[in-house]
T-cell receptor
Framework: DTAVSQTPKYLVTQMGNDKSIKCEQN?????MYWYKQDSKKFLKIMFS???????INETVPNRFSPKSPDKAHLNLHINSLELGDSAVYFC????????????FGSGTRLTVV | AQTVTQSQPEMSVQEAETVTLSCTYD???????LFWYKQPPSRQMILVIR??????QNATENRFSVNFQKAAKSFSLKISDSQLGDTAMYFC???????????FGTGTRLKVLA
């Protein structure tokens, strides 16, 4: 019954690899997001999709590519992983207006070695 | 530009006492919303409380309440009767209609002491 589910919860990989994180929501929301939380706990938006359309694309290396096959799913693919990509990645969803708050997934801790 | 500032990196409070976490924000918009989120050690981000900027009345949710000072652009969170389960990082966030994105503060780590 998880509202926003992310997989995997933990990901350890070597530099240079390509990896994906998946996110699914069953709340009927039409907007989904990816946030990155760094080692100092700072949360910064990366991408947002509204009804499968990319609406926010912050200054993120183009090694990061989001994909939204439908409004219930937003995946994040990362090419050529670097040490600095190590962080916790959060998926979230909301209604379009988003003024009632986000529902977050439990996060994916990515460690690049 | 939208900014959110939390000036207290860490705080502690004795169980059953009251603690107030500070947050200031800046926005040029008139229609915005403010939030407090809690992130316990489990890492899950949980919405604690929400305030609509056009409402003068301070929001309350059980032991959690806010002191919203619109002119001063201040939005503090008061936790009454603190419990051990309140130990967490607390993030203040602002949202402006039409932007689709939240701006988060840097967080305050709260420890409730037994």
């Amino acid at each position: 019954d998880t509202a926003v589910s992310q997989t995997p919860k933990y990901l350890v990989t070597q530099m240079g690899n390509d990896k994906s994180i998946k996110c699914e929501q069953n709340l009927g929301h039409d907007t989904m997001y990816w946030y990155k939380q760094d080692s100092k706990k700072f949360l910064k938006i990366m991408f947002s999709y509204n009804n499968k359309e990319l609406i926010i694309n912050e200054t993120v290396p183009n090694r990061f590519s989001p994909k939204s096959p439908d409004k219930a799913h937003l995946n994040l693919h990362i090419n050529s992983l670097e040490l600095g990509d190590s962080a916790v990645y959060f998926c979230a969803s909301s209604h379009s207006t988003a003024n009632y708050g986000y529902t977050f997934g439990s996060g994916t801790r990515l460690t690049v070695v | 530009a939208q900014t959110v500032t939390q000036s207290q990196p860490e705080m502690s409070v004795q169980e059953a006492e009251t603690v107030t976490l500070s947050c200031t924000y800046d926005t040029s918009e008139s229609n915005y919303y403010l939030f407090w989120y809690k992130q316990p050690p489990s890492r899950q981000m949980i919405l604690v409380i929400r305030q609509e900027a056009y409402k003068q009345q301070n929001a309350t949710e059980n032991r959690f309440s806010v002191n919203f000072q619109k002119a001063a652009k201040s939005f503090s969170l008061k936790i009454s009767d603190s419990q051990l389960g309140d130990t967490a990082m607390y993030f203040c966030a602002s949202f402006t209609s039409g932007t689709y994105k939240y701006i988060f503060g840097t967080g305050t780590r709260l420890k409730v002491l037994a």
